[in-house]
Every structure is written in C-alpha cells, then in structure tokens.
C-alpha cells in the first residue's frame, strides 16, 4: 500500500510539472509577442526586432522539444523523431521559397521591409509548431503501450 501511495505521488508530481511546463511555454510565447510588438511600435530598427523575435522563438521551440523528448516513453521517440525530420524538412522547403513567394506577392517591397515580412513569415511558421508540440505534452505517456 506505501508503494501505491509513493507511486501515486510521483504521478501526480510529474502531471503537474507537465502542466506548469505547457503553461510556462505558453505564457514564454505570449511574453515573445508582447515584447516584439512593443519593440516594433518604437519604430526604431524594426529589422532587428524581428530578427530578435525569431531567434528568441526558434529558441523556445528548442526547448519545447528537448524537454517533450525527455518526457517520452522510449517506444514514442523513433515516431516523433521521424515525425520531427518530416517537419524540419517541410520548414527548410518553405523559407527556400519564401523570398520568391513573398516578392510575388508584395513587389513593391524591397530592404529591410522585405526582410521584415519574409521573417514574419518564418515566426509564424515557428509558432505553429510551438503550438502543435504544446498541445503534444499532454499526450505524452497516454499511449497506453506500457512502455
């Protein structure tokens, strides 16, 4: 019974660690997009905010990932990670294009304004899949496999 009692505990230590981890990311993402809009109604460098805000992003999303792999059961990480390479390859095929496409459709931008969009662009990409894995940390270990 002791036993029982101890395991018990640490699931529930380890589902509320794993709820406090989505929330911190989320509210990380939250604070990324306060404190670029913040930098960019300064107007002053609004490239560099941009390229601030990806950097701290691609760095969230780094995190999320290292942190959702720990918490995998070893039978769920061949998966994600054949699943993580799908969406890296998919991600480098987008921003190779993303100059083209984002010229095509807004030719009269050019410099630092162009640059601006296309990052952007890449944020938002970056962003979707923050979300994705967020929604992702809930799942981990409900797979029923026993592993």
Do not use: H
């Not at 670029?36 to 390229?51: E, F, I, R, T, W």
């Amino acid at each position: 019974m002791k036993y029982l009692k101890i395991v018990f505990a640490i699931v529930i230590l380890f589902s509320a660690l794993q709820a406090k981890s989505q929330s911190n990311y989320s509210s990380a993402l939250s604070g990324f997009e306060n404190e670029y809009q913040n930098c960019l109604d300064k107007g002053d460098n609004m490239l560099g905010c941009s390229q601030q805000y990806y950097q701290q992003l691609d760095g969230l999303l780094q995190s999320v990932l290292k942190d959702l792999k720990t918490s995998m059961k070893v039978s769920q990480r061949t998966t994600f990670r054949n699943e993580q390479t799908a969406w890296t390859q998919k991600k480098e095929a987008y921003f190779r294009q993303l100059p083209k496409s984002v010229k095509e459709d807004n030719e009269d931008l050019s410099g630092a304004d162009l640059q601006m969009v296309i990052l952007d662009k890449k944020s938002e990409f970056l962003i979707e899949r923050i979300n994705e894995l967020i929604g992702m940390g809930g799942d981990i270990g409900d797979s029923g496999d026993g592993n």
